[in-house]
């Protein structure tokens, strides 16, 4: 559940409606002169300072003009996801397996993944994009742009222009969301792997022996998942795009439903009335209440590229 895993995270309480406002007063910058700011657009990212002609420097007894501050606002709407399967009595009774059972822990799987899937979509939509190597849109990223420790720090100064935050959570690092085969490019850089060679713990603590290979250098920790996004032949002579996420602290938020939380619904034959009068069907399936938006575009980075795993179609 890696893409919800990060996020602001809030409940709307009972009879509290389906949308949240999220809300934030954009920064006031200090700068040697004065600073205009015009109005915003609501679901607007980040204003940069237009700056005036006037220096911050107050004359005696004149307060000088007053600054315009903008609020943005961003709202999100939950909507309801499920899935459900229906079983016979034969298949309950008479199966070798334990057919509920099985279903019942498949479902809360699928219900992970799928709520998980929900937000990376909407992840993948951002506006702060970063084309590897010299490819300037999806369409021009081919083979042997790879995701690598270069490609790392130039997201990594995107989000610090942007003042991004890191997570503390995560051991005061920025977060990279990635799919393993680009993960698979990232364990044969050498710009990567060298410096925990030369210069990181020795023994089993290193880096190099860990499965994850979590940490990468200059701040970054990294998650894969088999539910990375995957653009696929919409690259480079048909080659196949990832999507990979480099982000922040509050750079998104999930919202549920306090009443209505995430749950597996069973119903057994002989429950259903009319619509079952012979008690022969029951059924398993999973039910929740979810929304996913972006609060500021400038928290995070999609850096796009291709995989030495996946070349082209």
């Known amino acids: 559940m890696l893409y919800n895993k990060f996020g602001l995270q809030r409940g709307l309480p009972q009879r509290g409606g389906k949308s949240i406002s999220f809300r934030r007063m954009e920064s006031i910058l200090a700068a040697s002169y004065a600073i205009t700011i015009s109005s915003q657009a609501l679901n607007a990212g980040r204003q940069g300072p237009a700056y005036g002609s006037g220096p911050l420097a107050l004359t005696e007894g004149t307060p000088g003009a007053a600054l315009d ?19 016979t009595d034969l ?160 750079w998104y938020a999930t919202v549920d439903l306090d009443a209505m939380p995430a749950k597996i619904i069973t119903h057994a034959r002989g429950t259903s009335g009319v619509s079952d009068p012979l008690d022969q069907v029951g059924t398993v399936g999973w039910k929740a209440a979810h929304a996913a938006r972006i609060l500021n575009e400038n928290m995070g980075v999609r850096i796009e590229t291709n995989s030495s795993t996946k070349t082209a179609a």
């Open 69 to 87: 501050f903008t609020i943005s606002e961003v709202l999100a709407t939950v909507s309801q996801y499920g899935q459900y399967a229906q079983i």
């Open 91 to 250: 298949a309950e009774t008479q199966s070798i397996d334990d057919v509920v059972a099985e279903l019942t822990e498949n479902f809360a799987e699928a219900m992970v993944e799928g709520l998980d899937l929900v937000t990376r979509d909407i992840l993948m939509a951002g506006s702060t994009v970063q084309y590897a190597s010299t490819g300037t849109s999806r369409a021009t990223v081919g083979s042997g742009m790879n995701l690598n420790l270069a490609e790392l720090r130039e997201g990594k100064r995107t989000l610090l222009r942007a003042n991004a935050r890191v997570i503390k959570s995560e051991g005061g690092k920025f977060v990279l969301i990635t799919h393993p085969d680009v993960m698979f490019d990232l364990e044969g850089d050498s710009n990567i792997t060298n410096i925990w060679q030369y210069a990181g713990d020795r023994g089993m603590g290193n880096q190099l022996f860990d499965v994850a290979f979590k940490d990468l250098p200059f701040g970054v920790r990294v998650y894969q998942t088999t539910q990375g996004r995957i653009f696929a032949s919409l690259g480079l002579s048909g080659a196949d795009v990832y999507g990979n996420l480099l982000f922040g602290e509050e």
